[in-house]
């Protein structure tokens, strides 16, 4: 079907504030991994899931950060007390093989987030 | 964790000229390496990939080498066209994809 769907694609909120990010990955693509991106960098790895399970949540920044993927389809990334530095392009990418295997990552059009 | 350092971060070039971007990996374990070129505003994508039982592959105008004993591999972009500026991203599969900094292609007509 389509491709790595993320929303939303802009969001604007105040410090403090909880923020959840959605996506919809590519149907049957059981890997599944959140990256943020700043400006001028590369993608930054913040968690891995494989099926339902983290595989590898090793990059998330720290205890504000929390994803779910109960299905082990769509999956949400949530951040709590959204802090000024939070603010980046989140993106989400699924992939048909796992980690170790490698293989292509389909990422989505990202959700950039601003924190104020 | 794997740790992917790329240069340059910048390169220009005329167009019809070659670029080389390099990248180095620290997981000996790493046997996938991805490139992506990411367009202002657009998603990255996948333009070529090496696994680690092979030292070169080639589609086109691009091609990228491997060296696993000095853990660099690098891509390699011939007749450069305008349509090629864009941001270059190396990776490498230690446990999960880790992505180099980016180079910035800019090809200049």
């Known amino acids: 079907g389509a491709g790595v769907s993320q929303t939303p694609s802009n969001k604007v909120t105040e410090k403090g504030k909880y923020v959840e990010l959605r996506c919809d990955p590519i149907?049957?693509?059981?890997?599944l991994y959140w990256y943020r991106q700043s400006l001028g960098q590369g993608p930054e790895f913040l968690i891995y899931?494989?099926?339902?399970?983290?595989?590898?949540d090793s990059g998330l920044p720290n205890d504000r950060f929390f994803a779910v993927r109960p299905e082990g389809s769509v999956s949400t990334l949530k951040i709590q007390r959204t802090e000024r530095g939070d603010s980046a392009v989140y993106l989400c990418?699924?992939?048909?093989?796992?980690?170790?295997?490698?293989?292509?990552?389909?990422f989505g059009e990202g959700s950039r987030l601003t924190v104020l | 964790g794997e740790n992917v350092e790329q240069h340059p971060s910048t390169l220009s070039v005329q167009e019809g000229d070659s670029a080389v971007i390099k990248c180095t990996y620290s997981?000996?374990?790493?046997?996938?390496f991805p490139w992506y070129k990411q367009e202002l505003g657009k998603r990255p994508q996948l333009i070529i990939d090496?696994?680690?039982?092979?030292g070169e592959k080639k589609d086109q105008r691009i091609a990228v080498t491997l060296n696993k004993t000095a853990k660099h591999f690098s891509l390699h972009i011939t007749e450069t066209q305008p349509e090629d500026s864009a941001v270059y991203f190396c990776?490498?599969?230690?446990?999960?994809?880790?992505f180099g900094a980016g180079t910035t292609v800019t090809v200049r007509a």
């Open positions: 990418a699924s992939s048909s093989a796992s980690g170790r295997i490698g293989g292509e990552l389909f």
């Open positions: 149907s049957g693509h059981t890997a």
């Open positions: 899931f494989q099926g339902t399970g983290a595989a590898d």
């Open positions: 997981d000996s374990a790493s046997n996938y």
């Open positions: 090496i696994r680690s039982n092979v």
């Open positions: 990776a490498a599969n230690g446990d999960k994809l880790s």
